[in-house]
Every structure is written in structure tokens, then in C-alpha cells.
């Protein structure tokens, strides 16, 4: 009897692949202004007050499209980090199951999401580096931004000075370490509360894997807002680290940019720009479900 049984985790790495591409640009379309105001938060905390402060002096100064800065990146490569991680994902539940129709438990499915986050990293990590250069520079000419006062002109443009001052390491793949370390309990809560509140609001003997849209959005929101309970801290230290004209120096240093904020500004500098971050992964992580969800289900007679 399958009711409540999750379907073959083997689909085709292919479908997970289109299926997660789809997912990706439905989240960056849907949470890039919200994701641009937590960025500047976090690098810039001097400059705003609050969310709303960052949301109208951003508008009125630089225009309502400077929401959109550093879009271009994340809408091209997202489809291939998504597709990636949503592939890793199922590979690693497949790796776990002992029967066709298993239902893993939690834990289980927060293992296999870890492993998924730190694999994708490999993707992630340039693609939000660029993402989050052309969203902390202001105005569209050069101008004094701390350490870095060059405008870029966009992802590539962005891409190539960093390849050409710092190599490819240092440069493109800038703080790949924070962003494994950030992906690993970010993707463990993403993946097991988006299928715990999917179980949960399953009707009895119904089947988690045929809910309707609604439903989807819901258990969705609730695996982003999840991800960021999870990893949040690591975020900022990411974003900073990202951020800053010169590569970071040792190889801990993800834990000795931790304790210079935390020396800076205190506890509070670890929960700079959550909320507008919060708010934007409902609708943005129920959209990356619900649009794979929906995606594989209709690859699935292929």
C-alpha cells in the first residue's frame, strides 16, 4: 500500500535538471527586490535605518528598477544551481531508501538536503558573489563604496575585473567556504520542513505527492522561511565576506570574520535585514516548490 508513500526518488536526473531550472527562475523573479534590501542590510548597516528606510531610499534615489541590480546573474545561473541541487537532493534520498516506495524520515530527508547544499555551493557561491557586488553598489557612476569605489557595468563585466585583480579563486570563487558551511543546515531545514508541513496537511490515506497548488505554496514558505532559521548568521558573514574589496585572508576565516562583527556590533549584527529576508522566501520558496513540483509531475509520463 503506497498512501503516504513518497514515489520512486529515481525520476531521471534529467527531469530534476528542467525541473529545477523552471523552480529557479520562478524564485528570482519572485524575491529579488526583497533579496536586494537584505543584501544592503547586511553590508551596509550604517547607510538605513530599517527595511522600509533601505526600500524608500533605494526607489527614490536610484529608481524602483535598482531592486532588480544583480538579477541578471541568479535568473541565468539560479536555473543551473536549482537544477543541481534539486538533482543532488534526489540522488541522495535514492542513496537511502531500501524500497521504491519508502517514505524517508526526516532526518533522513535533512541528511540528504545537507548534502545537496554543500554540493551546490560549487554553483552558488560565484553566482551569488556576483549577485551581491552589483547589489551593494549605488548610483550608475563611480562613486566611494568603502574600500571600492568601481561601478560595474554588469555580472560578466563584474566577473572579469575580479578574475583579472584576484585569479580565479580568490576573485569568482570569494568566500566558496562561508557558503558551504551556510548551505549545509540551510538546505536541512529547507528540505525537511518543506516535507514535514507537506505530510502534515496531507488529508488520511491521501498521497503527500498529489497536493494541489495551495497546498504546495504553503509547505513551500514554510521550507524557505525554515532555511533561513537555519543559517541566517552564516548569511550575513557570507554577505560581508562576498562583499569586501580584498579576499579574505587564513583559512578560518569564516570564524574570525564571525568574531569581528560580533566585536563590531554585537549579537544584533547577526539578524540585520532577516525580516525583509523572511518575508521574501514565503512567496519566493513557495513558488520554487510548487513550480518543481508541478514541473515533475508533468515530465513524469517521459
Not at 149 to 171: M, T, V
Request: hydrophobic share 40%; aromatic share 10%.
Amino acid at each position: 500500500m503506497s498512501d503516504l508513500k513518497n514515489p520512486p526518488t529515481t525520476k531521471g536526473g534529467w527531469k530534476d535538471f528542467i525541473a529545477g531550472s523552471f523552480a529557479g527562475m520562478a524564485q528570482v523573479s519572485v524575491g529579488q527586490p526583497l533579496d536586494t534590501i537584505k543584501v544592503r542590510l547586511q553590508v551596509d548597516p550604517l547607510r538605513y535605518k530599517g527595511p522600509m528606510d533601505c526600500l524608500i531610499k533605494t526607489v527614490n534615489q536610484e529608481g524602483p528598477l535598482a531592486l532588480y541590480k544583480g538579477m541578471a546573474s541568479p535568473l541565468v545561473g539560479i536555473g543551473a544551481v536549482n537544477a543541481l541541487l534539486f538533482a543532488t537532493y534526489s540522488r541522495l534520498k535514492s542513496i537511502q531508501t531500501s524500497a521504491l516506495d519508502e517514505q524517508l524520515p526526516l532526518y533522513k530527508i535533512a541528511i540528504a538536503g545537507a548534502g545537496a547544499g554543500a554540493v551546490n555551493s560549487v554553483l552558488s557561491s560565484p553566482v551569488e558573489l556576483l549577485k551581491i557586488k552589483m547589489q551593494a553598489q549605488y548610483g550608475s557612476s563611480k562613486v566611494s563604496i568603502g574600500n571600492n569605489a568601481l561601478i560595474y557595468k554588469g555580472p560578466i563585466d563584474c566577473a572579469q575585473h575580479l578574475i583579472r585583480e584576484f585569479g580565479i579563486r580568490n576573485g569568482l570563487f570569494r568566500g566558496f567556504w562561508v557558503t558551504v558551511v551556510r548551505e549545509i543546515p540551510g538546505y536541512a531545514g529547507f528540505y525537511s520542513g518543506f516535507e514535514f508541513v507537506k505530510r502534515k496537511i496531507t488529508p488520511d490515506k491521501g498521497n503527500p505527492n498529489d497536493l494541489p497548488p495551495g497546498k504546495l505554496m504553503i509547505a513551500g514558505a514554510f521550507g524557505g522561511v525554515s532555511y533561513w532559521l537555519c543559517c541566517y548568521p552564516l548569511d550575513v558573514v557570507k554577505s560581508i565576506v562576498q562583499n569586501q574589496h580584498n579576499p579574505p585572508k587564513g583559512l578560518f576565516y569564516v570564524f574570525t570574520t564571525f568574531k569581528m562583527i560580533y566585536k563590531k556590533e554585537g549579537a544584533q549584527a547577526f539578524t540585520r535585514g532577516i525580516t525583509p529576508t523572511i518575508l521574501r522566501s514565503i512567496p519566493a520558496a513557495g513558488a520554487t516548490f510548487t513550480v518543481y513540483e508541478l514541473a515533475m509531475r508533468m515530465l513524469q509520463p517521459f
